[in-house]
């Protein structure tokens, strides 16, 4: 299998996400997104950055090309796609995932360890992990708070379709733990299917074990699992 | 000259060529009511913090699009499918169109 890693003008995580995906045997390639997706691609990726300096809204921009068609398409043949961060905002903004990811409560860019609490471990991102495990992911958004309506978001509640949410160490809920103000401290949610996936913060900084910590690396195993 | 006719309108139907009008639309986006606006509250304590005295911010986004078209109609709807495609995010935002002839 091949996981496309699509680098649009201004994505900066597309080589951390390469080699994460390469650590855990999982054959990826960056694809430069008016290249569109190669033959035989059977996972994508959406990696962060600043794609198109975030101009009108983060994401806005880079959901406009051509390639999103082919990734909605793939999306709809139960190819797993995740995105990461920028790549969670251009998921939003193509109309992958619902919702928006928009200006942090502290009008802020922050950057910084946060804990997350898995919502369902039976999807191919959190396999790997029991339902209510709490991960140490960092993030690194200005634009990351979860907004949508509060009907829509507890339809998406009642549909299991919340991934992750922010949580304390001990997988509690609350306002401090939430650190950009989403929406019921909302992180990442699923698209229509469950091979669809998209977390504001970054799995593939916490992969490498030089790095200490490996808590991510279940969530990018989801492209094998999704695969099987 | 025939009293009654557009004589655009006229043209257009013998010709078969439109005349075209320049307009300048001007799209205005809000965030829906009850969406926080972290950089409007920003701004809002700083004019405080500035001495001046007021009870609350909004801000918005304004687009002015200088376009061709038949008819105000036609410009409009032109530029409400922009609003709605791209300049917009339906989920967080409302908007209005204002067109007027350039």
Same mark, same amino acid.
């Given at each position: 299998?091949? @996981? ?20 855990? *045997? ?66 939003c903004e193509s109309g992958l995932t619902e919702g928006a990811f928009t200006t942090n409560e502290s009008a802020r860019f922050q950057c910084e360890p946060v804990y997350l609490r898995v919502e369902r471990a039976d999807t ?12 140490? @992911? ?12 509060? *009907?829509?978001? *507890? ?30 401290? @909302? ?10 996936? @998209? %977390? ?19 969530? %990018? ?8 | ?45 700083? %004019?405080?913090? %500035? ?5 609350d911010l909004r801000s918005a986004d304004r687009f002015e699009i200088d376009l061709e078209a038949e008819d105000a109609g036609e410009a409009t709807e032109r530029v409400d499918e922009m609003a709605q495609r791209l300049l ?15």
């Amino acid at each position: 299998m091949t @996981v496309a890693i699509v680098r649009f003008g201004g994505s900066n995580c597309d080589r951390d996400a390469e080699r994460a995906l390469e650590h855990l *045997e999982i054959d990826a390639e960056i694809v430069w997104h008016e290249d569109g997706l190669p033959d035989g691609t059977t996972g994508i990726m959406l990696p962060g950055g600043f794609s198109y300096g975030d101009y009108l809204r983060a994401g806005a921009m880079a959901a406009q090309s051509p390639i999103m068609d082919e990734v909605r398409e793939a999306a709809g043949e139960g190819v797993p796609i995740l995105g990461v961060c920028n790549g969670a905002q251009v998921g939003c903004e193509s109309g992958l995932t619902e919702g928006a990811f928009t200006t942090n409560e502290s009008a802020r860019f922050q950057c910084e360890p946060v804990y997350l609490r898995v919502e369902r471990a039976d999807t191919p991102w959190t396999e790997r992990y029991e339902e209510g495990d709490v991960i140490e @992911v960092p993030i690194a958004h200005g634009e990351g708070r979860y907004e949508i309506t509060d *009907e829509r978001l *507890e339809e998406l509640e009642d549909d299991g379709r919340i991934l992750f949410r922010y949580c304390t160490e001990d997988g509690e809920l609350t306002d401090e733990a939430n650190p950009n103000g989403s929406k019921h401290n @909302v992180a990442g949610v699923l698209g229509d299917r469950e091979t669809v996936a @998209v %977390l504001m913060p970054h799995p593939e900084r916490v992969t490498l074990p030089d790095i200490g910590n490996t808590d991510g690396q279940g969530v %990018l195993e989801g492209f094998e699992r999704a695969d099987a | 000259m025939y009293h009654g006719v557009n004589p655009k309108a006229f043209l257009s139907t013998v010709t078969g060529f439109h005349l075209m009008t320049a307009y300048t639309a001007t799209v205005t986006i809000r965030l829906k009511h009850g969406v926080l606006d972290p950089e409007a509250e920003t701004t809002r304590r700083a %004019l405080e913090r %500035l001495g001046f005295d007021l009870e609350d911010l909004r801000s918005a986004d304004r687009f002015e699009i200088d376009l061709e078209a038949e008819d105000a109609g036609e410009a409009t709807e032109r530029v409400d499918e922009m609003a709605q495609r791209l300049l917009a995010n339906p989920t967080i935002h409302d908007y209005d169109v204002e067109v007027d002839e350039r």
